[in-house]
């Protein structure tokens, strides 16, 4: 039995470290200005785990298959060389290396995403998610949002974000069920919920944040690859959340500005 | 440290005598290991249906499954899931397995069962208090169990049961009346019994050890649940606290966890000044503590049964003491890592993924003594010995998946994906039950005085260990491609290509499934059909198997056994036997670690 175990553990160390390398499945291709450092991070992590993996599995397997007790067996047993301190040595050097890497070296990813502010020249964009869509407004020429409130939300006359229209400040705000934006400029998005936690996630921009209703949540990144793109809900919100999806819109400059206009003349 | 017991340190009770007394309402810490284990085998049984409910939906979502347009002509008409059904199955099998299976098995069952034999006690310290903690279990099960008979059926929030989801009540969805209800009322009456049973541990351990059984040679398994009963005690006192103020929120008015200007389904909130990240941090306060409870009481029994097994020591004795420590201590420092991308502070989410890092080393120190100790030894591959070497392999497998997540920078990426959903199968849908098993292997014979059977339990071993890699090393995969959990189905057209992986690990699931019959089978039949079991059929050295098979109601039959020796002497051979037992006093130590 020891040596069938250790066989199939063999097998099955290689083929999971196998499908990995292999990339079949794997990230989706970077279109942000962060995520080629996210994605090395991963990789350098990624290392280290399969080094650990192979190396431990292996010697269970190699262990499982040669420590087999035989009939009449008498060999003594052997204590491992040097006891309990090497292993612990080894544990300290290599955990100890991964945190210095992972924690310190690593953090400019998170560091770049959540400790600095958005640029001062972003397109601000507010999100507004509830059961079960989102909805993006842009400030338009002035720059500004107009007061809104949950209280004032009249989805029957198309007041999805709940906007005071007898408010100066709002009466050039644009609302749109897709997040178009231009390539290669910094976004801010303000998320906001009118209803349940929901989730803000754009795998290829390699951004992700939980949306909390009363709290505006700002999150920034550039994007770099002209696409489109889903960004799915992921924050478990009722029985749509599956089907709570919109899409990225990546676009040149000139065909942004077509296509803000177009959205303005719709409101 | 010797303790020397009074003669009343346990209330002498007699023979119980009667059905009533000596199976339902019992005093014996054996009967109501036994009941936890029982309520755990329910729970396993039902969690496992639920999951092969969710499998084959996701892969076959127009299925028409017998039986379910019965149980909820709402949820499955005509036997199809629906979406919402879909979130009401999986919190339920959640919730189940979470709280009723590896929070009840292997600290209630097996710790009920044997620290006190282990430690040479006649009892728990409170015996009446842990008959109620068991029926405070019971009636918590009760509880859960009815969400999925009365209103809407169970809750659709999930496990963790967000709120404002969870909060505000039916307008949130189907299931958030009464399901929801039910569920907060079925969690806090388990954290009361567990709390309860927490007490009795401690206490135990402390007061009740016999005469030269010092801290330093007690089994490690009396070690981890001693640490996990502190867990215990520290933690479930949280998750009461969270689960009455979601109570009160949802029926009182009130609004711990609600902010204001809440519209759901069209309606405006009463609701006003509270955070729904409050509910997060209370919960995940107990709810990362409440992970190394399913788990240590499983480091315990690996530790015990690797060193039986290969005949040797353990590596490191006073080092697995340390790391348990050093893991219980650190475990109520990390539960923001659950919360990187929640919303709290993202230098909170810097500040949490250190600790989160950190509590590596005791864990991965643990692994590497465990090889260390199998290194060199004269392995017995009983079935026991497959599950425990099986627990050392996933155990590292989930836990270097923890490596990814424990940093916030490829938490953006991975949160909420099946990574995640991989990594907390494998540690604790995988190590933690192989843990169950390997302590059912070992002490079956002692619980029931009969042997299980050695050829089923290699088969199920073997298709189980190979099953759950085929089930949850894909979830891997497809995490790194952003493919999110929770949902019912996959309507976007990014995730059609992985429907392939879901189909693989749904049969996969289904056949692993199946051969848990096989082991559900040996188990009833072996309790009374199996060859009987003599008083020490693994020739191991701990106080339990110097009593016969099945112990009598006072374990030791009114002696009062003394220790001489550390619990791991194996290896040299004297007298003809290559194990010297704990209560031997003319016995030779083997080298001590």
Sequence with gaps: MGKAFAVALTIITFVSVAVFVSRHWWFPEVASAHGGAMDHQFAETFVGAAIGFILAQLCLAAFAWKYGERKGDQRPIRIFPGGAKWLVVLALIYVGSEIILLEFVGQKVWAAMYFTPAAADSLQVQVLAGQFAFYFRYPGPDGKFGPSHTSRIDETKGNFFGIDTSEPGSQDDIVTVDLGVPVNKPVELLLNSKDMNHGFYVPQMRIQQDIVPGMEIPLHFTPTKIGRYEISCNQLCGLGHHTMRAFLEVMSQEDYQKWIVEQASLQ | ?593
């Design chain 2, 1 to 593: 440290m010797a303790h020397m017991p009074t003669e009343a340190q346990v209330h002498q009770h007699t023979a119980p005598t009667g059905f009533i007394r000596k199976y339902i309402f019992s005093v014996d810490h054996k009967v109501i290991g036994k009941q936890y284990y029982f309520l755990a085998v329910f729970s396993v049984f039902v969690g496992m249906i639920l999951s092969w409910l969710v499998r084959i939906h996701l892969v076959w979502p127009n299925a028409h499954i017998w039986g379910l347009n019965a149980l909820s002509p709402a949820g499955a008409p005509g036997g199809v899931i629906s979406p919402e059904y879909y979130l009401s199955l999986l919190t339920i099998h959640g919730t189940l397995m979470v709280f009723f299976v590896l929070t009840t098995a292997p600290q209630a069952g097996f710790g009920n069962y044997a620290l006190p034999i282990q430690i040479g006690a006649e009892d728990m310290a409170f015996p009446v208090l842990n008959m109620l903690s068991f029926w405070v279990t019971f009636l918590a099960l009760c509880a859960l169990i009815s969400s999925l008979f009365v209103g809407d059926g169970p809750p659709i929030s999930g496990w963790t049961a967000y709120p404002p989801l969870s909060a505000v009540g039916r307008s949130a969805g189907p299931g958030q009346g009464i399901g929801q209800d039910l569920w907060g009322i079925s969690i806090a009456l388990f954290c009361a019994g567990s709390l309860l049973g927490a007490l009795n541990f401690i206490t135990t351990t402390v007061d009740l050890r016999c005469k030269g059984m010092t801290l330093m040679r007690m089994p490690l398994t009396c070690w981890a649940w001693l640490i996990t009963a502190i867990l215990s005690l520290l933690s479930f006192a949280v998750l009461f606290a969270a689960c009455v103020l979601l109570i009160l929120d949802r029926n009182a008015g009130t609004s711990f966890f609600l902010p204001s200007g809440l519209l759901v389904n069209g309606t405006l909130q009463n609701h006003a000044g509270g955070s729904p990240l409050l509910w997060q941090h209370l919960f995940w306060f107990f709810g990362h503590p409440e992970v190394y409870i399913a788990i240590v009481p499983g480091f315990g029994v690996i530790s015990h049964v690797l060193s039986v097994f290969s005949r040797k020591p353990i590596l490191g004795y006073k080092v697995i003491v340390a790391c348990l420590l050093g893991i219980g201590f650190l475990s109520f420092t990390v539960w923001g890592h659950h919360m990187f991308l929640s919303g709290m502070s993202p230098y909170s989410g810097f500040l949490f993924s250190i600790p989160t890092l950190i509590i590596t080393i005791p864990a991965t120190i643990i692994s590497l003594l465990w090889l260390g100790t199998v290194f060199g030894g004269r392995l017995r591959f009983t079935t026991c010995m497959m599950f425990a070497l099986g627990f050392v392999s996933v155990f590292v497998t989930g836990g270097l998946g923890g490596m990814f997540l424990a940093q916030p920078s490829l938490d953006i990426f991975l949160h909420g994906t099946y990574f995640v959903v991989g990594h907390f199968h494998m540690v604790m849908g995988v190590a933690a039950i192989f843990g169950m098993f390997a302590g059912t292997y070992f002490w079956f014979p002692k619980m029931f005085g009969r042997m299980l059977n050695e050829g089923l339990g290699k088969v199920h071993f073997a298709i189980t260990f190979i099953g759950v890699y085929c089930i949850f090393m894909p979830m891997h995969f497809i995490g790194l491609e952003g493919m999110p959990r929770r949902y019912s189905s996959f309507v976007n057209d990014l995730m059609q290509p992985l429907m392939p992986v879901h189909k693989f690990m749904t049969i996969a699931a289904l056949i692993t499934g199946a051969s848990q019959f096989i082991f559900f089978f040996n188990l009833f039949w072996s309790m009374y059909k199996g060859p009987k079991a003599s008083e020490n059929p693994w020739e191991s050295t701990t106080l339990e198997w110097t009593v016969p098979s099945p112990p009598p109601f006072d374990n030791f039959g009114g002696k009062h056994p003394v220790v001489y020796h550390d619990p791991y002497e194996y290896g040299n051979v004297q007298n003809g036997k290559d194990y010297v037992m704990q209560t031997d006093p003319a016995g030779q130590p083997a080298r001590s670690q």
